[in-house]
């Protein structure tokens, strides 16, 4: 498949709950722990490939505990329970306490941004290959999933649709309880789109393999009021063109 044009953002943040002050020797402890995303996601994958460099270099055991939504990862890195939070845009949404962290009880957060991961790939709206679905527009209508508890993915949701001069009233919103749960949906034909990072993600592999198809819809650059729309909604987002992920060649 030929990528036209692609939305896509720094696509992980590994997150701590507090500051670390800075030293020429950092010592860590045998084992660490942190959330990540569901099991078989990309940042589910990552942090396992992170675990296997820790333990072949250092001898450190990483423990990887997947959370299904934003607030869930966050959370146990804000409380202390957990030293590391692997985050998407929901780190930033924290951060300033803003969409589903705009309450006293969870946001403004104090957090401090370890690593950022940037790649190739892009993130993206998917939709079946064999289906009437060819741009943003035509999700006019459809079922699009929305991944409770998740202020990113849902966030992501309505920058796409904004692209295309929707809004969440022109779709129907069909509830997910995770990412993994709404690409199994995806599969199974109960959705029409999900969005994704388009990389790294074994969800993503099985709904390519499935009988309907996977594809992406492209948001060309020429675009400018859609691009416009999209940022008013979420402007970490930002232009690329996507070489990497399932079901795109280079």
């Known amino acids: ?101 705009a309450t006293p009880d969870l ?41 409770v508890s998740s202020p990113s993915l849902q966030s992501n949701v309505r920058a796409f649709l904004a692209f295309g001069g929707l809004t969440v009233d022109d779709v129907e919103l069909v509830d997910q309880p995770s990412y993994g749960g709404a690409w199994q949906a995806f599969t199974s034909g109960q959705i029409d789109a999900m969005t994704a990072v388009t990389s790294g993600s074994g969800v993503l592999e099985q709904a390519a393999a499935s009988p309907q198809g996977l594809k992406w819809l492209a948001m060309p650059f020429s675009d400018t009021a859609g691009w416009e729309r999209l940022q008013a909604v979420n402007p970490h987002f930002t232009q690329r063109k996507a070489t990497v992920g399932v079901h795109i060649d280079e």
């Not at 370890?114 to 790649?119: E, H, I, K, Q």
């Open 1 to 101: 498949m030929n990528m036209i044009a692609r939305m896509a953002l720094g696509a992980l943040c590994l997150v701590a709950g507090g500051a670390v002050a800075a030293d020429d020797t950092v010592t860590l402890p045998k084992t660490l722990v942190w959330t990540s995303f569901d099991t078989g996601s990309l940042g589910y994958n990552q942090s396992i490939a992170v675990g296997k460099a820790l333990e072949d270099a250092y001898g450190i055991s990483l423990r990887v505990l997947p959370a299904s939504t934003d607030l869930s990862r966050i959370a146990p890195a804000r409380e202390g329970r957990v030293p590391f939070a692997l985050a998407g845009s929901d780190a930033f949404y924290a951060f300033e306490g803003v969409l589903s962290y």
């Open 107 to 147: 946001g403004p957060q104090k957090l401090t941004a370890v690593d950022l991961a940037g790649a190739d790939n892009g993130v993206a709206m998917g939709v079946a290959e064999n289906g009437d679905i060819n741009s943003i527009q035509d999700l006019k209508g459809k079922k699009i999933g929305w991944v």
